[in-house]
């Protein structure tokens, strides 16, 4: 790996320590959440409460696919989650954590 | 005051669970995505469309301490950022401590400015200014386009303070361009003239608000500039800025890039400088007063409990529109275009791109008063540099320019 990579870049790993990334807000909607990022100003969307409640544990667990068993997100729906993520990792909304 | 709504349900319509966010969004938010607030009702311009009718400061605005309450507010309701606007924003004596103030309760300002007070001193604060965003309005790509409807010397202005800003190595700054009859050929100009400078042109809709009820028979772009605008948008869009202007265009056919959806009283909302809450930027007017600020329960009681509020997030479903095809697409167009120009808000906006609009305007009574907004600001004398457009001879800057005697009384 080399030193030039840019978070955006980091490919999305299920099995590795993720959290919501430091410079990023949650608002609660009744949809799910507005997330805002006072970095790079982007915003986004979680479509549903079930992502909010996984992106707010992904700190608590040692990796993303034990959050979402945590957060009761079954076989048949890991597949979307798991896309979701990766799109969070995209914008930098999600962040690797490096304390594992 | 909520009769003149479209026809919705008595009862709320329960929100969906899950689908498009677009539908989410018909339903509202806890909180705006963004907001307009107008600081002030002064401004050194006199535009022919302004859609406030701004000139003049009303005593009755908010002090520093209420905008600085505001301002915490949105905070707590995690409001990530606001557009300031007015009238002319940076008038206000203490508008640099407003700003400095918002970024520093995490709400970031964007703020649009005809550039008066863009120096390069202050182009220089900002440059090194996080959070902030500042947006030049220009109607035109050259003088002569612009200053017959912004001023003469506004378009120097603007130039001046472009100029200042990317000298100063200012990021992201904005080229604001409502598209009017007379600018609607320019898009190529105004890209390469925004590209110039380094910064990003938004362009946004002209509206028969304010002042622009006057001129806008005369200025909204024509059906053939319509069609342009959209194909143009079609192949410039991503790399141009629109928020939820043109979403009426989408009847063309494809779904432009930017909102398409109404977003007025649902994820926007204007305060103006008095502290009302109205449902968007473009429709001051009593119809469409929410609450002000300064009642009890403040901006998030508005925004969350107001009765009209929570009618424009109760599905449209009867009317014209809803019967029509495109109705998806455009969602039956803008409301404040069609109230202003004394069309029904459950028909078609008066620039229905499927040519219902046209005939509805047609169709309208001769003696037909439209709805014209008792909040009126204008300078009440003549400004300095006037717009040309409504054939009023403007004030030379100089009484000299003219000839040695003019204006002078010899009697």
């Given at each position: 790996m080399t030193t030039a990579v840019s978070p955006a870049e980091v490919a999305f790993d299920p099995a590795a320590p993720w959290r919501r990334a430091r410079s990023v807000a949650l608002r609660p909607e009744p949809f799910g959440a507005l997330v805002y990022h006072f970095g790079n100003r982007k915003l986004s969307f979680l479509k549903s409460k079930t992502l909010v409640a996984v992106v707010e544990a992904l700190a608590d667990h040692p990796s993303a696919s034990a959050t979402l068993v945590a957060c009761g997100v079954t076989q048949a729906q890991r597949p979307a989650y798991e896309k979701a993520l990766a799109d969070l990792a995209r914008s930098q909304m999600i962040e690797r954590r490096t304390d594992a | 005051m909520t009769a003149l709504l479209p026809p919705r349900p008595t009862t709320p319509a329960e929100r969906p669970v899950g689908g498009r966010l677009v539908d989410q969004f018909e339903y509202g938010l806890d909180a705006p995505i963004c907001l307009t607030w107008?600081?002030?009702?002064?401004?050194?311009l006199a535009c022919a469309h302004c859609l406030s009718s701004s000139g003049r400061r009303d005593p009755n605005e908010l002090s520093t301490a209420e905008a600085e309450a505001v301002i915490d507010e949105l905070q707590r309701m995690q409001v990530f950022y606001v557009n300031v606007g007015g009238g002319e924003p940076t008038v206000r004596p203490d508008f640099w401590h407003l700003l400095d103030y918002a970024i520093g309760q995490d709400v970031g300002v964007k703020f649009s400015t005809n550039g008066i007070k863009l120096d390069k001193a202050r182009a220089a604060q900002l440059a090194r200014t996080d959070y902030v965003d500042v947006q030049i309005s220009l109607d035109g790509a050259t003088a002569e386009v612009n200053d017959r409807v912004r001023g003469t010397g506004s378009y120097a202005t603007a130039m001046r303070a472009l100029e200042n800003l990317a000298e100063a190595g200012m990021k992201d700054f904005k080229v604001s361009v409502v598209v009017t009859r007379e600018n609607a050929g320019q898009l190529d100009q105004f890209k390469a003239l925004t590209d110039s400078f380094g910064a990003q042109l938004r362009i946004t809709r002209l509206r028969p608000s304010g002042r622009g009820a006057d001129v806008w028979d005369e200025l909204h772009p024509t059906m053939a500039q319509q069609r342009e605008l959209y194909t143009w948008l079609l192949a410039n869009g991503d790399g141009v800025l629109t928020g939820d202007?043109?979403?009426?265009?989408s009847a063309f056919g494809e779904a432009l890039p930017g909102l398409n959806l109404c977003g007025a009283g649902r994820v926007v909302c204007l305060i103006d400088p008095v502290g009302d809450v109205y449902?968007?930027?473009?429709?001051?007017?009593e119809n469409f007063l929410a609450g002000n600020v300064r009642d009890e329960g403040g901006f998030q009681r508005v925004w969350q409990s107001s009765e009209l509020f929570a009618d424009l997030r109760n599905p449209q479903t009867g009317?014209?529109?809803?019967?029509?095809?495109?109705f998806d697409a455009c969602r039956g167009g803008c409301m404040a275009a069609k109230f202003f120009t004394g069309?029904?808000?459950?028909?078609?906006?008066?620039?229905?791109v499927q040519g219902y609009g046209e005939s509805a305007l047609a169709a309208r009574d001769l003696e037909l008063v439209t709805p014209r907004s008792h909040i009126d600001h204008s300078h009440s004398g003549p400004v300095r540099g006037q717009p040309t457009l409504l054939g009023i001879p403007s004030i030379p800057a100089k009484i000299c320019d003219e000839s040695p005697l003019a204006g002078i009384d010899l009697r």
């Amino acid at each position: 790996m080399t030193t030039a990579v840019s978070p955006a870049e980091v490919a999305f790993d299920p099995a590795a320590p993720w959290r919501r990334a430091r410079s990023v807000a949650l608002r609660p909607e009744p949809f799910g959440a507005l997330v805002y990022h006072f970095g790079n100003r982007k915003l986004s969307f979680l479509k549903s409460k079930t992502l909010v409640a996984v992106v707010e544990a992904l700190a608590d667990h040692p990796s993303a696919s034990a959050t979402l068993v945590a957060c009761g997100v079954t076989q048949a729906q890991r597949p979307a989650y798991e896309k979701a993520l990766a799109d969070l990792a995209r914008s930098q909304m999600i962040e690797r954590r490096t304390d594992a | 005051m909520t009769a003149l709504l479209p026809p919705r349900p008595t009862t709320p319509a329960e929100r969906p669970v899950g689908g498009r966010l677009v539908d989410q969004f018909e339903y509202g938010l806890d909180a705006p995505i963004c907001l307009t607030w107008e600081l002030t009702y002064a401004c050194n311009l006199a535009c022919a469309h302004c859609l406030s009718s701004s000139g003049r400061r009303d005593p009755n605005e908010l002090s520093t301490a209420e905008a600085e309450a505001v301002i915490d507010e949105l905070q707590r309701m995690q409001v990530f950022y606001v557009n300031v606007g007015g009238g002319e924003p940076t008038v206000r004596p203490d508008f640099w401590h407003l700003l400095d103030y918002a970024i520093g309760q995490d709400v970031g300002v964007k703020f649009s400015t005809n550039g008066i007070k863009l120096d390069k001193a202050r182009a220089a604060q900002l440059a090194r200014t996080d959070y902030v965003d500042v947006q030049i309005s220009l109607d035109g790509a050259t003088a002569e386009v612009n200053d017959r409807v912004r001023g003469t010397g506004s378009y120097a202005t603007a130039m001046r303070a472009l100029e200042n800003l990317a000298e100063a190595g200012m990021k992201d700054f904005k080229v604001s361009v409502v598209v009017t009859r007379e600018n609607a050929g320019q898009l190529d100009q105004f890209k390469a003239l925004t590209d110039s400078f380094g910064a990003q042109l938004r362009i946004t809709r002209l509206r028969p608000s304010g002042r622009g009820a006057d001129v806008w028979d005369e200025l909204h772009p024509t059906m053939a500039q319509q069609r342009e605008l959209y194909t143009w948008l079609l192949a410039n869009g991503d790399g141009v800025l629109t928020g939820d202007s043109f979403f009426h265009l989408s009847a063309f056919g494809e779904a432009l890039p930017g909102l398409n959806l109404c977003g007025a009283g649902r994820v926007v909302c204007l305060i103006d400088p008095v502290g009302d809450v109205y449902a968007c930027p473009f429709a001051i007017h009593e119809n469409f007063l929410a609450g002000n600020v300064r009642d009890e329960g403040g901006f998030q009681r508005v925004w969350q409990s107001s009765e009209l509020f929570a009618d424009l997030r109760n599905p449209q479903t009867g009317g014209a529109c809803t019967k029509c095809a495109h109705f998806d697409a455009c969602r039956g167009g803008c409301m404040a275009a069609k109230f202003f120009t004394g069309l029904p808000l459950d028909g078609p906006d008066p620039e229905c791109v499927q040519g219902y609009g046209e005939s509805a305007l047609a169709a309208r009574d001769l003696e037909l008063v439209t709805p014209r907004s008792h909040i009126d600001h204008s300078h009440s004398g003549p400004v300095r540099g006037q717009p040309t457009l409504l054939g009023i001879p403007s004030i030379p800057a100089k009484i000299c320019d003219e000839s040695p005697l003019a204006g002078i009384d010899l009697r």
